[in-house]
């Protein structure tokens, strides 16, 4: 059960939008529309960013978007501010109900 | 308002044995999947178990099958978490969590540090 890849950096200036990109198959991020992102600061649980690919949970900024091509997914970020300094993961369902997420990205606000 | 409070963790010697507790609030267990995920320091996060709403599918990423098993009480509305045959890459931060409808874990527990060593 291999983790979906991630970059394990992005970075970017505030103002500015960066996109991470999470690639899986045909068996978990290709096969289902239930794609999610997390957001985790050090020290802190995760919390939900973007479920089924490109919805917002009530309370998650519309900076933050999700979309899908094929086997990969993207979290972008628009108008970068300095609290979005966190680390991010990736995860999809996976066929026999199990879930699978990414290895995570860093990111850096310069 | 929906809690996850989490307990049990611990320090543990290879082979032994740790119970993991997540007492919900705010909402039943009867009408959410739930899930167990950890992140060994360090490191990703890692999904390790998931639970269906009746308690009737249980669901484990391999490294644990035969080891872990999940469960939860809906009288006393706690989700559970017993390993066995603890292994020193078992070390971790334990999170449980509830899923939306759509396999996002919408809440989190706060984490239990579980530790595997001699």
């Known amino acids: 059960q291999s983790a979906l890849t991630q970059p394990a950096s992005v970075s970017g200036s505030p103002g500015q939008s960066i996109t991470i990109s999470c690639t899986g198959t045909?068996?978990?991020?290709?096969?289902?529309?239930?794609v999610s992102w997390y957001q985790q600061h050090p020290g802190k649980a995760p919390k939900l960013m973007i479920f089924?690919?490109?919805n917002r949970p009530s309370g998650v900024s519309n900076r933050f978007s999700g979309s899908r091509s094929g086997n990969t997914a993207s979290l972008t970020i628009s108008d970068l501010q300095a609290e979005d300094e966190a680390d991010y993961y990736c995860?999809?369902?996976?066929?026999?109900?199990?879930?699978?997420f990414g290895g995570g990205t860093t990111l850096t606000v310069l | 308002e929906v809690q996850l409070v989490q307990s049990g963790g611990g320090l543990v010697q290879p082979g032994g044995s740790l119970r993991l507790s997540c007492a919900a609030s705010?909402?039943?267990?009867?009408?959410?999947?739930m899930a167990w995920v950890r992140q060994a320091p360090g490191k990703g996060l890692e999904w390790v178990a998931n639970?269906?709403?009746?308690?009737?599918?249980?669901y484990y990423v391999d490294s644990v099958k035969g080891r872990f098993t999940i469960s939860k009480d809906n009288a006393k509305n706690v989700l559970y978490l017993q390993m066995n045959s603890l292994r020193a890459e078992d070390t971790a931060l334990y999170y449980c969590?509830?899923?939306?409808?759509?396999?996002?874990?919408?809440?989190w527990g706060q984490g239990t540090l579980v530790s595997v060593s001699s």
């Open positions: 705010g909402f039943m267990l009867t009408t959410d999947w």
């Open positions: 045909s068996s978990d991020i290709g096969g289902y529309m239930y």
């Open positions: 089924e690919v490109d």
């Open positions: 995860s999809s369902f996976r066929s026999g109900d199990t879930v699978i």
């Open positions: 969590g509830r899923y939306l409808g759509a396999f996002s874990l919408d809440y």
């Open positions: 639970i269906n709403k009746d308690g009737s599918r249980k």
